[in-house]
């Protein structure tokens, strides 16, 4: 697969209950990743929207060492906050991967991102495929770790 091949990747059909503001979302990160995917660099992309009703994107950027890796949550995050939303408003977060078989995939934000975004948006209604069945359901972001610790930022 190369840069800029969005038609040849199997875009996601928006799930039932996702209404139309998450549905762009989905459309965003799709567009996003279907513009700068590079297998093994840049498989991820998310898409977040803010309580003014903003969407902000970012990338997923591989390290040669994986631990200098940033993840396309944070980057969205950060993408957010640099143009002046606060983070607490974030309403909704939705991250897509490329898959085998060139499919996009809505995925769950790893451990990192769920620590980020409960810090900073806890409220926000984060979308993932669950584990097991592949259903495609809704989460609030402080609800992805059970017994966090409460910090005031």
């Known amino acids: 697969?190369?840069?800029?091949?969005?038609?040849?990747?199997?875009?996601?059909?928006?799930?039932?209950?996702m209404g139309a503001a998450d549905a762009a979302l989905l459309d965003a990160a799709q567009?996003?990743?279907g513009r700068v995917?590079?297998?093994?660099?840049?498989?991820v992309a998310?898409?977040?929207?803010?309580?003014d009703g903003s969407v902000h994107t970012g990338v997923?950027?591989?390290?040669?060492?994986?631990?200098?890796?940033?993840c396309a949550e944070g980057v969205a995050l950060g993408t957010a906050r640099a143009a002046g939303v606060p983070l607490a408003g974030v309403e909704a977060v939705l991250s897509v991967q490329?898959?085998?078989?060139?499919?996009?995939?809505?995925?769950?934000?790893?451990g990192v991102c769920r620590e980020l975004l409960s810090d900073y948006a806890p409220d926000?209604?984060?979308w993932l495929t669950r584990p097991g069945d592949d259903a495609v359901v809704v989460r609030r972001a402080l609800d992805?770790?059970?017994?966090?610790?409460?910090?005031?930022w």
């Open 37 to 43: 995917v590079v297998p093994g660099r840049h498989e």
């Open 144 to 152: 992805l770790l059970p017994e966090k610790s409460d910090r005031r």
């Open 46 to 51: 998310c898409a977040l929207r803010a309580g």
């Open 98 to 110: 490329v898959k085998p078989a060139d499919r996009f995939r809505i995925i769950a934000p790893c």
């Open 31 to 33: 567009d996003l990743l």
């Open 124 to 126: 926000a209604r984060v």
């Open 60 to 70: 997923h950027v591989e390290g040669s060492c994986r631990r200098s890796s940033i």
């Open 1 to 17: 697969m190369s840069v800029g091949a969005t038609a040849e990747l199997l875009r996601i059909t928006p799930p039932a209950g």
